[in-house]
T-cell receptor, first 113, second 113 residues
Framework: DQQVKQNSPSLSVQEGRISILNCDYTNSMFDYFLWYKKYPAEGPTFLISISSIKDKNEDGRFTVFLNKSAKHLSLHIVPSQPGDSAVYFCAASALTNAGKSTFGDGTTLTVKP | DAGITQSPRYKITETGRQVTLMCHQTWSHSYMFWYRQDLGHGLRLIYYSAAADITDKGEVPDGYVVSRSKTENFPLTLESATRSQTSVYFC????????????FGPGTRLTVT
């Protein structure tokens, strides 16, 4: 049973428009959520996170929204840039669970110039 | 160099051989993790370690062995490699317990023939 799901394997948007990446989770114990970005032949790098006590966290062009009742989070990128083209992983963790994170399968974002 | 490194970056081995993937971090982070990423899948946790001499199984530990005699090193050994272990392997480290992101190495692409 996959506890973190990213139902869209890929997303294509035009440069300058908004990119919205979605993530759903099933485990109510998750209380900390992260997004990572991965370029080919590199390891994932941290992008932005949100604690369950918040419903929104913003960092420049990146905003993460958390809807605890729906067990859903989303990453908004505005405006999208070609350099944002990468695989985005959603991850969830329970602060009582030894710092481990459970990852989704990723969404490949392509931003077209 | 500061950061987290993995070696080798690429490895081809034969079925039945033992192979060890190395991971080294310079931050003295408490936590270290090994993941595998297969095509179309996210990051699946193989083993993790909360501190030197403390290791525990993740989601897919079968066929793998880890050790952590020093805080900075976390080698992963495939005792008898199988074709199903062909994958990209990522090592990661993390400080603290509550929240916080993981820092990933560049990955090792392992092919078992």
């Amino acid at each position: 049973d996959q506890q973190v799901k990213q139902n869209s394997p890929s997303l294509s948007v035009q440069e300058g428009r908004i990119s919205i990446l979605n993530c759903d989770y099933t485990n109510s114990m998750f209380d900390y959520f992260l997004w990572y970005k991965k370029y080919p032949a590199e390891g994932p790098t941290f992008l932005i996170s949100i604690s369950s006590i918040k419903d929104k966290n913003e960092d420049g062009r990146f905003t993460v929204f958390l809807n605890k009742s729906a067990k859903h989070l989303s990453l908004h990128i505005v405006p999208s840039q070609p350099g944002d083209s990468a695989v985005y992983f959603c991850a969830a963790s329970a602060l009582t669970n030894a710092g481990k994170s459970t990852f989704g399968d990723g969404t490949t974002l392509t931003v077209k110039p | 160099d500061a950061g987290i490194t993995q070696s080798p970056r690429y490895k081809i081995t034969e079925t039945g051989r033992q192979v060890t993937l190395m991971c080294h971090q310079t931050w003295s982070h408490s936590y270290m993790f090994w993941y595998r990423q297969d095509l179309g899948h996210g990051l699946r946790l193989i083993y993790y370690s909360a501190a030197a001499d403390i290791t525990d199984k993740g989601e897919v530990p079968d066929g793998y062995v880890v050790s952590r005699s020093k805080t900075e090193n976390f080698p992963l050994t495939l005792e008898s490699a199988t074709r199903s272990q062909t994958s990209v392997y990522f090592c990661a480290s993390k400080e603290g317990l509550a929240g916080g992101e993981q820092y990933f190495g560049p990955g090792t692409r392992l092919t078992v023939t």
